[in-house]
């Protein structure tokens, strides 16, 4: 049996009513009847409007509560002020989901926006699911589903469209049909009130005609939605982004738009690189990719050879990778031997790889084949221009007989038009990228190497706390809530060094001193040399306002510098608010490199961390990489990487290479501190002085907010992390330990050895079906998982020194938010021990705790044993209405 998908009657409905049907060639109700009846619809179609009799033939129902048999789905086509009334008809007709085409709500002002709530709320009432307002339809091209008022239709296909901009819809298709691109859904999502692009994209992971997914961004109104669906649908299908509004002027048009926020665009970059999505900045990448990304999908990395019968052509594309960031390949020197033995000894001699003017067919063949063989080479352009020796066509032949063994991408740019025009299609026949120019060839390559670097960032699963030396997180959240108590929510650097500390992050100590006096005893008790900083929380950019003193070395220096930094401040900025002068050793490193760690609080995505140069350069230089928390070793790293200042933290003039383990292990440690204190809304260190010895944080600002006493521990992040917390231990009675923990993806090999072990009888009471092996796909949706919505828990025991997995269990939170859907399975070795039981002690605890109502389960009516256990453990049993072989069983989790 097939659990259909809860928006299954919008997608796939069986019955469609279409509300303002109207034979008005020029009326949209008249586009869209037109429409459905012009694409084949497999299923039943009713028009309904007072006005007519008929539409096209079709007979016409006065209201939609006059139609004769229940509608999966209306579409309506009416003016915006009738739409309520629309609605609530639906709801006592049982109509499941509606798309409103409709536009005249929130985007027309408050009156609109008022019309717009009053409809949201009658679709909730009557628990129907909708689409727009303000919205283009969606088609469903293998059901003959045209519910847009688009002229023209798609060609079905395996690609899934989900924009917020109907009119791009409409340029996509009316480019896709003569270039023969189809679609598997094509859905205009509008104001995106209730179905937003996290549920289409769910709705598109599941569905078996969408091989790969298109999305066209504006805004977003759930983050962690659209985070959790993106990662889902990027694990086991190609996902393609573009998002508008990248500069403050675009958003704010964005934003009257649609209504969904926009938030900073470098953060919304580092969140898609996260979720192993490809970011494009073009409808002309957009085709391009749609023309040949997925044909010949093999990303390696992104070292890319470049092969070229002429100097000019292959210097350009090598310009445009290196702007791209992408290195080209260091040929290794098998790679040049064969490259010397079949080419003139004139040739380049280097990368790019210039074959000369005179190029035949077998030079190409030989330099194609050496390239492809050879190590660090990730992908390759191969160029051509129509020079006195060459024929295109036999090349691209050629080139198209040694791509079909490659395991490598091949990108071609053949130059020029009459006399290359037929290699072209050959190359569009065979499925490999073909561009007129080098540029975009490039940036083809460039986005494949994306997807590499970006499906190894999705792999990654941090957990939220480290296990050796754990920090106390009791210490830092007292320290925070005593500032908020005393209504501050600016730390002041001792009490932000001292949270730092609490986290295990190296810090300069501080003391403050009120008095000169004072200040030169602290000094000596320290230890000269010092640095002295004013302490206000008015004045964060200290050095602007001569607040800071360096390399005090004498009690007298110390003296003069506090009466200086005071009277200097109190000149620039009388009204400051002056706890005192801090005073901590000066860290003198020689080899220090000054770097700069920060979190911040973005208004769609939550925290996020920020790496990159530090000093009093750090608002001139802008070297900064974002990247969404949690981290781990291999996110720390990439983060550090994608920083300009990380060239000079290797080994650099007369400087030996930092100590990058401990530089790693303070951006580690913040990110436990942003999963665990969700009160921390900034983090300055600056300057993190970092040499080959260490690092140490020398000055810290942090700002606090107060948190909803009600959230969830980690509702504050975009991505959930590792919930190492809910890991357990259990010993049965003859010893044998159990551990009971989160599933991760690196289980993919236990989850597959598990279900390949399992009875024919346990697979099909568990999978309705006796499959003997878990589909690749499968194995991803059951490994990596998103663990605010759904959570897994495998039972593992140690056997010859190998973990093996012998039981889990598992529940997916239902749209309603309330609801969850449950799944337990045991090993057969291991079953009759009370292994269930316990897993589903804690499944049971964790939804309860994760503030669901209800655990739902599907049960064969024939699992007499599965009935019975669930029955022991609270489980109300009744029959499905719909199939008699199936039993539904609820939990009430509150009580």
Excluded at 1 to 17: A, I, Q, R
Excluded at 406 to 430: H, I, N, S, Y
Aim: proline share 5%; with cysteine.
């Amino acid at each position: 049996m097939k659990e259909k998908h809860y928006l299954t009657p919008l997608f796939e409905p069986k019955s469609v009513g279409v509300i303002g049907a109207s034979e008005r060639e020029t009326a949209i109700g008249g586009v869209l009847i037109r429409n459905m009846l012009d694409a084949g619809f497999k299923g039943k179609i009713f028009a309904i409007n007072p006005k007519h009799d008929k539409v096209h033939g079709v007979k016409c129902f006065k209201s939609v509560e006059d139609v004769p048999q229940r509608l999966d789905l209306v579409v309506i086509a009416t003016a915006a002020q009738k739409v309520p009334a629309i609605i609530d008809s639906c709801g006592r007709a049982g109509v499941k989901a509606a798309i409103v085409l409709s536009a005249g709500f929130s985007e027309t002002g408050p009156r609109g926006a008022a019309l717009e709530r009053s409809v949201m709320d009658t679709a909730r009432r009557h628990k129907i699911r909708l689409l727009g307002p303000n919205c283009l339809g969606i088609m469903r091209p293998d059901l003959g589903l045209n519910a847009t008022f688009a002229h023209g239709r798609a060609l079905p296909g395996s690609i899934g469209l989900i924009s917020q901009s109907g009119a791009l819809c409409t340029a996509i298709l009316d480019w896709a049909r003569p270039n023969n691109v189809g679609f598997s859904a094509v859905v205009s999502l509008g104001s995106s009130r209730d179905v937003d692009f996290g549920e289409a994209l769910e709705f598109m992971i599941s569905d078996p005609r969408t091989e790969s997914i298109f999305l066209y961004v504006e805004g977003l109104r759930d983050a962690r939605r659209f985070m959790s669906a993106l990662r889902g649908a990027a694990r086991v299908k190609p996902v393609l982004l573009i998002k508008v509004g990248r500069h403050p002027e675009a958003s704010k048009a964005v934003l009257s738009h649609t209504g969904a926020q926009v938030g900073d665009d470098a953060v919304f970059d580092a969140a898609i690189r996260r979720a192993g999505v490809i970011r494009l900045y073009s409808l002309g990448q957009l085709f391009a990719a749609a023309n040949a990304l997925f044909s010949h999908f093999r990303p390696r990395g992104n070292r890319l050879a470049i092969i070229t019968n002429g100097g000019g052509p292959g210097v350009m594309a090598a310009d445009r990778a290196l702007d791209l960031g992408i290195p080209l390949s260091q040929l290794s020197d098998a790679t040049m031997a064969k490259l010397n033995a079949c080419l003139p000894a004139t040739w380049s001699h280097g990368n790019p790889i210039d074959i000369l003017g005179d190029a035949d067919v077998d030079r190409y063949r030989g330099a194609i084949k050496a390239v492809l063989e050879g190590p660090n080479v990730d992908g390759v352009l191969v160029m051509l221009t129509p020079q006195a020796m060459t024929r295109p066509t036999d090349v691209a032949k050629a080139l198209i007989e040694e791509e079909r063994s490659a395991d490598k991408p091949v990108v071609t740019c053949f130059m020029g038009e009459e006399q290359v025009g037929e290699a072209r299609k050959l190359f569009e026949a065979a499925g490999i990228p073909t561009f007129r120019t080098p540029e975009p060839a490039v940036e083809l390559f460039s986005h494949i190497s994306a997807y590499y670097r970006n499906q190894k960032l999705l792999a990654q699963t941090p957990a939220s706390l480290s296990q050796s030396n754990p920090p106390s997180i009791e210490s830092a959240r007292l320290v925070i809530e005593t500032a908020l108590n005393e209504r501050r929510k600016v730390l002041n650097e001792m009490e932000s060094k001292a949270i730092l500390a609490a986290f295990r992050i190296p810090i300069a100590q501080t003391v403050v001193a009120r008095s000169a006096t004072e200040a030169m005893v602290l000094a000596e008790e320290i230890g000269l040399p010092v640095v002295m900083k004013i302490d206000s929380l008015d004045i964060t950019h200290k050095s602007d306002v001569g607040g800071v003193r360096l390399n005090l070395t004498s009690l007298a220096a110390v003296r003069t510098a506090y009466q200086e930094i005071l009277e200097g401040v109190r000149r620039t900025h009388p009204n400051a608010s002056i706890n005192g002068i801090a005073i901590e050793p000066m860290v003198i490193k020689r080899n220090g490199r000054e770097l700069m760690v920060g979190v911040r609080r973005d208004p769609v995505f939550g925290p996020i961390i920020t790496f990159g140069e530090g000093g009093t350069r750090v608002e001139v230089q802008k070297d900064r990489a974002i990247a969404l928390p949690p981290l781990n070793s291999y996110l720390a790293r990439d983060l550090i990487r994608s920083t300009r200042v990380s060239s000079y933290l290797d080994e650099f003039r007369n400087m030996p290479p930092i100590n990058m383990e401990a530089l790693e292990m303070v951006l580690l440690r913040v990110s436990e501190m942003v999963c665990e204190l969700p009160w921390l809304k900034e983090l300055d260190i600056n300057p993190l002085i970092v040499d080959e010895n260490g690092a140490v944080a020398v000055d810290a600002r942090i700002v606090a907010d107060n948190v909803s006493p009600t959230a969830d521990r980690y509702d504050h992040m975009a991505i959930h992390p590792y919930p190492q917390h809910l890991t357990t231990h259990w010993t049965l009675p003859d010893g044998t330990d159990v551990t009971i923990r989160a599933i991760k993806p690196e289980d993919a090999d236990l989850e597959v050895n598990f279900v390949r072990k399992l009875s024919a009888e346990t697979k099909y009471f568990r999978f309705m079906n006796t499959m003997r092996e878990l589909p690749p796909a499968m194995v991803v949706r059951l490994t990596q998982i998103d663990y605010d919505r759904e959570m897994a828990f495998v039972a593992t025991v140690t056997e010859d020194d190998q973990e093996t997995e012998i039981g889990v269990c598992r529940y997916a939170v239902n749209p309603d938010g309330e609801s969850c859907e449950f799944a337990v399975v045991v090993a057969d070795d291991w079953q009759h021990r009370g292994l269930a039981r316990r897993l589903m002690g804690v499944l049971i605890e964790t939804a309860r705790n994760r503030g669901l109502v209800y655990m739902n389960g599907v049960f064969l009516a024939n699992n007499d044993r599965m009935l019975r256990f669930v029955q022991s453990l609270g489980f109300v049993l009744s029959s499905d209405p719909d199939d008699s072989t199936v039993k539904l069983g609820v939990l009430s989790l509150q009580d």
